[in-house]
């Protein structure tokens, strides 16, 4: 476990600027505001956190990023260009992949064919080429095919590639969510708990995968996570939600010490507690 | 707890191979001795059907037709998870069409030097046949790819009651109820598809339904062909990923829109074809050959024989139509000859009368006039309910039930590395 107590590396004092930018995004269902003016920012390379209690708009939040749901008010750019109002599947076109919460794959398809269907926008290949299976065609989807295994090597699940997704353990199906969220090359990879329900040594190896994505990748990543050893291990910025609001910003450890932070977390009572000790 | 389940930060190389080239290679042997064999069996039918006398071929002709319906309702059902109660309508657009085309009774009427005289041709109507179907396919499909399940299908069925009624009130163009006859026929080297006799260089020529089943079968074999390649592809992953699970398919990169009505499409234009061999085939056609039966029969071919699956869906197609087309009839003649067997004076020479109910010479005389008048035509809808009801308790996936790919192709003798 010493990579979790490795300190992050301190992000340079140069201004870059951000891959992603939420600005001011609010998001009403009816009366509810589940979002509300959050501005968040992601820089090429980083790995940024959002936490928050049940129910605070993390996840509201990555649906808006993904394109699942328009925004009510504000915007959201990427690269410089607007993207919230494209439809999902555009955005992934544009770099960034997402993985669930509640793990989504394809379960009457192979491991391998789940992470093929990853490589979707980046495969040009149309109906007739199939149908004619053109050598433009062939060297394509071989070539998809090794990259498809390549990624599989990664997550070690190179084992499985033919098992059927549906019967592969819990934790590997995490990690096959990580695999086909790698195929489509992306720049920002948006990642909903990737360790919900995993043991501390999985965890481990999902921290250790995510900073390798980082380093030897390039790819930002936007983690919701509620493990908190995981995100102060790992981050360089974590940004704090509470009923929709974002309510602190800043390295984890400023994080750890916030006085709004840990009432979000524990209470008013024990925060005040926390503040005197006796 | 295994080493696998940990991910080290140092991948190692794949423990299997990508390609069990042995298992690969023996199972390539299979399917082509299978593709070789029903090959060689479907091309020689007829052959065997005159050897032996069976006078079958003409029967086999629309079992094949609706074999073929089956497999493009299979790409919309099967492929792309779109449930379709109204896919008769396109066989009727197609079939449609090419009458409109082709037929005396249209009214198009060309003269004989009209430069557009070409468009009468057979061939050019089913090319425009399978034209038409696809974009009414994708008329459909476009207003009704927010639904899913079963508000697609109450969608469908809809369009598939609105087609025949239009055909049906538009006399104009289509003659109602009357229906058109006759209808262009397909034709090679100047011959017409069941006109004997049929004069080839000099030569007449008797040829019966010959031409018709080999046009069918190439059909069907084209088919074949393209759907597998289809399946194995960008297209057919992007298919398999939007029935599995659309909101992770969309945040794949998937388009639904363009996916979805390229299943639909596809599906119709299928039927389009077939629709215009059928037309042409029968010489007549008329609104009630299109009506939601049809489109339940079809579905049935595909549930029965295991959505998704090619070669179910042709096996459940042949059980279905070949029932509907032979079966039913014989198995109607031999219950009705079981019925004669029946003594209707057996009753008389038993003592056995209970006052008040119906003495056995009665219930002998029922039973011989209901096993004589059993007509199981009449009774095909009850009897495809019934198969499948036990269909769904005994074998809910199928008779042959889609099957996961083992093998992945990769690239042979090329290491594997971990993408980083």
Redesign the interface.
Known sequence: MTAVETPPVAPPVVLEKPLLDVRGVTKRFGGLTAVDDVNLTVEKGRIVSVIGPNGAGKTTLFNMI?G?YPPTAGTILFADHPIHRL???QI??RGI??T?QNI???????V??NV???M??R?R?S?F???V?TPW?NRE??AA???A????????L??Y??E?AANL?Y??QR?LEVA?A?A?DPQLLLLDEPTAGMNT??TA??M??IR??RD??GIAVLLIEHDMRLVMGISERVSVLNYGRKIAEGSPQDVQGNDQVIEAYLGRRQAQHAETPS | MTAVEVADTTPTPPAVPLTLPEEEAAERRTRWLWFLGVGFLVLAYPLIDQALNWQSVRAVIPILLFVTLALGLNIVVGYAGLLDLGYAAFFAIGAYTTAFLTSPVSPIKLAADSPFKWMQDFWVAMILAVIIAALFGVILGAPTLRLRGDYLAIVTLGFGEIVPRVVLNLEKFTQGSKGMNPIGRPHILGCQFGLDPCVIGGQPFKLGALPWYYLIVLIGAISIFGITRLRDSRLGRAWAAIRDDEVAAVSMGINPVTTKLLAFALGASFSGSTGAIYAAYLQFIDPTQFDFSISVLVLCMVILGGTGNMYGVILGGLIISSFDRIFAERLSGWIRQLGALVDPNVGFKTKLVVPGMATPADVAFNLRTWLRSVDLLNLRLLVFGLSLVLLMILRPQGLIPARRRRFVKAPRGEPVTPAV
């Open positions: 993904a699942f439809q999902p599947h992934t076109a992949a997402r669930f989504r794959l394809f379960h009457n398809m192979t391998v064919e093929l269907v990853g979707h926008p495969l290949s109906a080429g199939a149908i299976r065609f989807e071989r095919r090794l990259r295994m390549q990624l599989l090597a990664l997550l070690d190179s084992r590639a033919t059927s353990p934790g590997m990690r086909r790698l489509s040594q999985e190896a999902m250790a995968l390798r994505l030897d990748l």
